[in-house]
């Protein structure tokens, strides 16, 4: 594997000059105390735990000191929920040159977007693709291995899939891939995060959640009677299905999921696609 691989970040400086450190640093503190920014009623959060607007600005950090995320760039979010990544994301895009797409399969978090996000951040969009998902939206009318996203070729500088590859079964995932290789313009990164399996990492004492072997190879569940609530992939699994979408892996950091030291909680995997950004 080429990807650059740790256990922990090392290597913001290589990204980051000390003065863009210390304003994304207070751009993040700033995030949190922000009373005026939109934000939901904590029942209406169906995905993630923890505290909403802190799991955004942690993210943003994440998006900017290992992803690369400049101002200008184009951002699509892929499993966007309720808004989770995009409302720290209007503090920090361009509002001339940066725009921000948000898609997610359930209604209910596009509606809270659109009514909460767009009329402020008018660069900011959100539509709903009706992809069938056992927990997320049983009667989708789309299967997820058919997966087109409407949006024309080499739309997007940055692509996220944030806790999306832990939720899909491989072939899914291979299709997201592809559709994420098709999107980006060249040059163009997917930050994408999962539960990358290593050896020894299921039966880990810390590793939460605790992998059992699927029923495919290379699947791991963290709740056999519930698969897609947790799903971990061998690690050459994932980083195939990239490759042969024709993505090149860039770099991958692994999470504290596994009870090791990280500063994210998942695994974190850049790929590219080949060429020079204009």
């Given amino acids: 594997m080429n990807a650059q691989v740790g256990n922990r970040i ?20 700033a995030i949190e105390r922000n009373r005026f920014l939109p934000a939901p009623a904590p029942e209406s959060v169906f995905v993630g735990d923890g505290d909403y607007k802190a799991i955004g600005a942690e993210y943003l950090g994440h998006f900017v000191r290992i ?8 951002v699509l979010d892929i499993g966007c929920g309720i808004g989770r ?13 940066g725009c921000y797409e948000g898609v997610d399969p359930v209604n209910e978090g596009i509606a809270w977007c659109v009514r909460n996000v767009t009329p402020v951040y008018p660069r900011f969009r959100f539509c709903q693709i009706d992809l069938a998902h056992e927990l997320y939206n049983p009667g989708g009318a789309l299967a997820g291995h058919e997966v087109v996203l409407p ?3 080499a739309s997007f500088d940055f692509i996220v899939m944030v806790s999306v590859a832990t939720h899909l079964p491989a072939h899914e995932i291979a299709a997201y891939a592809r559709e994420a290789m098709r999107l980006l313009s060249p040059g163009g990164r997917l930050f994408m995060t ?52 024709g993505l090149r892996i860039q770099r991958v950091d692994l999470g504290h999921w596994r ?15 080949p060429g020079k950004a204009a």
């Fill in 10 to 29: 090392n290597a913001y400086e290589a990204l980051l000059s000390p003065a863009e450190e210390s304003r994304l640093a207070w751009m993040m503190e």
């Fill in 67 to 74: 992803g690369g995320l400049k101002p200008s760039d184009r």
């Fill in 85 to 97: 990544m995009a409302v720290p994301l209007t503090q920090y895009l361009d509002g001339t040159t």
């Fill in 151 to 153: 949006f024309s070729d």
């Fill in 194 to 245: 999962a539960f990358l399996i290593l050896d020894g990492d299921p039966v880990r004492d810390g590793a939460r959640p605790k992998f059992t072997a699927g029923t495919e190879a290379g699947t791991w569940y963290g709740d056999p009677s519930a698969p897609l609530a947790a799903i971990g992939f061998d690690q050459n699994l994932i980083e195939q299905a990239l490759r042969l979408a």
């Fill in 259 to 273: 009870g090791t030291d990280s500063t994210h909680y998942q695994d974190i995997i850049i790929a590219t696609k």
